[in-house]
């Protein structure tokens, strides 16, 4: 059972000593772990080659547009043409050439591609400058998506899926706020041209961004319809990727559950803690919605609905432990208590502050209680400062009284002072445990 991932190795003997998991659960771990390892292709792409790919062929295009730029108009318009052309198919052809020697760096392929691409995005404003073409301005930024997309699926390349997803995002906005068109057709190109690439490509970085684009890219379709529609529309959305999340943990890409389950809440708690003023709105004119209006807040309704339905349903999917069934069972109160009276027309706006509330205070202690009972810093520091964030809100809203107002501070900081010192003492005995184990 050779695990080449020691931080893995590391948490499956914390879990054992802490009674999560047994010995023959541990042993299953241990043989399922290669498999794991197996789904995870060589073009993945940290964080960090993805972004200075991007940066680097951003600059490096910029500043060849520029040396051009200062003599481009005294130069003829057919040379204009094919300076354009040449650095073009420069940037591709020496790429294609590199790529056929197998010592060649496939970052340095890649990012030659990437370059290619952003001259080829330049072009198209430099072309229309040239003829003066009056054209419907948004399109070209359309365009460069659909070169980009194309070559993200061609090459393969992550770093042309993320530009994809940018300029489409660029796109549907430009026709929502300066044109008025609100269109569909993005968040569709999202979910069925994009995310099956940042699937297969099992690239998280790519994957993030795309879970982040879809609700803002929806969120354009809907605004079109109502605004008053957003913060319903959001919810749908976020509770689908935390169901989404469980079903991709027995996936072929089970690393992608937790970036679903880091992007849900990344929004998701923004959103509760907004609710907790203003609740949710009455949608009494639903019903009277004009043409695709009613399907666009239907559909992640229905998709909310059937991804819960088979988390629940399938025992590899629904929550094992407590604070797995807590997690879920936050995320159904706000659905069930909230968002379903009031998508059928229900006044439910201080029935959903306070839910809201309640949820917000829940996630709140769950993540002080994982954060000091694992030891995850960062996960007891968001705990702790959504606790404060409540407080200070509510001792607003609900004390007169100064008196009143001193004991919730003081309440907080003796709460801050035990979770301090629980999380001292954990420390503690997670150090003592150590030469043991």
Not at 219 to 236: E, N, R, S
Not at 368 to 388: A, D, F, N, P
Request: glycine share 8%.
């Amino acid at each position: 059972m050779d695990n080449n991932n020691p931080w893995l190795r590391a948490e499956i003997a914390q879990w054992l000593r802490e009674g999560i998991i047994n010995d023959q659960q541990a042993q299953t771990l241990y043989a399922r772990y290669p498999a794991f390892v197996a789904y995870r292709p060589k073009s993945d792409g940290a964080w960090g080659k993805v972004i200075f790919a991007l940066l680097g062929a951003g600059v490096f295009g910029l500043g060849v547009i520029l040396l051009f730029a200062y003599n481009w108009d005294g130069m003829h318009r057919y040379l204009k043409l094919t300076v354009i052309a040449v650095g073009i198919l420069a940037a591709h052809g020496t790429a294609l050439l590199m790529a056929k020697n197998d010592n060649a760096n496939p970052r340095v392929v890649e990012s030659l591609h990437l370059l290619g691409t952003m001259l080829f995005g330049a072009g198209i404003w430099l072309v229309a400058q040239i003829y003066h073409f009056d054209a419907h301005y948004p399109n070209g930024f359309l365009l460069w998506c659909l070169a980009a997309l194309s070559l993200a699926w061609a090459l393969p390349s992550v770093a042309h899926g993320v530009l994809a997803t940018i300029l489409l995002l660029l796109w549907s906005g430009l026709e929502t706020f300066e044109f008025g068109r609100h269109l569909p057709v993005a968040s569709w190109m999202l979910l069925l041209l994009i995310l099956p690439l940042a699937w297969l490509q099992r690239s998280t970085p790519m994957l993030v961004l795309l879970l982040l684009a879809v609700p803002l890219s929806y969120a354009f379709t809907v605004f079109g319809i109502g605004d008053k529609y957003l913060f319903i529309v959001g919810l749908l959305l976020l509770s689908s990727y935390f169901a989404v999340a469980r079903l991709a943990a027995a996936s072929a890409f089970p690393a992608s559950a937790s970036v679903f389950s880091f992007c849900a809440s990344m929004l998701w708690l923004p959103l509760i803690y907004i609710g907790t003023f203003t609740g949710l709105p009455l949608l009494s004119g639903m019903s009277q919605l004009a043409g695709f209006g009613l399907l666009y807040v239907l559909l992640p309704l229905l998709f909310t609905i059937v991804a819960w339905g088979v988390v629940l349903a399938r025992s590899t999917t629904r929550p094992a432990s407590p604070e797995q069934w807590l997690e879920s069972g936050l995320v159904l109160l706000v659905l069930v208590c909230a968002v379903l009276p009031a998508l059928f027309g229900g006044d439910v706006s201080g029935l959903s502050r306070l839910v809201f509330n309640l949820v917000f205070l829940a996630y709140g202690v769950l993540y002080v209680y994982r954060g000091t009972e694992y030891l995850k810093g960062r996960v007891l520091s968001l705990g702790c400062i959504m606790l404060v964030l409540l407080g200070t809100a509510r001792f607003t809203d609900l004390f007169q009284s100064l008196l009143a107002r001193s004991a919730i501070f003081l309440l907080l900081g003796v709460l801050l002072f035990v979770v301090g010192l629980r999380y001292s003492k954990q420390n503690t005995r997670r150090k003592l445990e150590k030469p043991r184990a």
